[in-house]
């Protein structure tokens, strides 16, 4: 036995734990940078994707797992809320959210369209429209006057394609449920 009471067995043995902790910790700290660096690389892709520079809105599009190659499908929030107003997808609705993603080139083999796919089987989260009128509002800041007007007409025309596909019962009434309506006027406000 060593002076002082420590063997070197357990001097040893106490490096030994050391040292797989702070290999452990390395580790750790190795994963958490490359995560930090693969988010700042998709960001990176994001804002050049979509010429978006807010920080905040683009780790927000990052953590909904919108990519660059998905951000067209972000196009299409706006139909999904129609859509999903009253609280159900009519498969009429579903046929006009769909017709509107092919003419966005958003096709079976796309990587948005799996999202989309999603999307018209299951509401999604509140958020998402929250963030497309973020992203909508950095996008107004990049877009000129008659850009910014043309975008917000043609969102619009194809929300109320939605809104008007299922219509009213036998052709009476209204083609826009007051649900869809108060999203059409959201989505509008959003626009400017």
Not at 18 to 29: M, N, P, V
Not at 43 to 66: C, R, V, W
Request: proline share 3%; hydrophobic share 45%; net charge negative.
């Amino acid at each position: 036995m060593k002076k002082g009471g420590i063997s070197g067995s357990a001097l040893g043995g106490r490096r030994a734990l050391e040292e797989q902790f702070f290999h452990e910790r390395d580790r750790e700290l190795l994963q958490a940078l490359r995560e930090k660096t693969a988010a700042k690389e998709r960001k990176q892709a994001l804002a050049e994707a979509s010429g978006i520079t807010d920080e905040d809105l683009l780790g927000q599009l990052d953590k909904l797992n919108l990519g660059p190659e998905t951000l067209a499908a972000l196009s299409l929030v706006p139909l999904i809320a129609v859509a999903w107003a009253d609280g159900k997808m009519d498969a009429k609705e579903r046929q006009a959210v769909l017709a509107a993603a092919e003419q966005k080139d958003i096709q079976a083999d796309h990587p948005g369209h799996q999202l989309l796919e999603g999307w018209l089987q299951r509401p999604p989260d509140k958020k998402l429209l929250k963030v497309w009128k973020d992203y909508v509002a950095a996008l107004g800041e990049t877009l000129s006057e008659s850009a910014r007007s043309a975008l917000k007409q043609d969102l619009l025309g194809r929300a109320r394609a939605v809104a008007e596909a299922a219509g009213g019962m036998l052709g009476l009434g209204s083609k826009v449920s007051k649900s869809e309506q108060a999203v059409l006027a959201e989505l509008e406000e959003a626009l400017g």
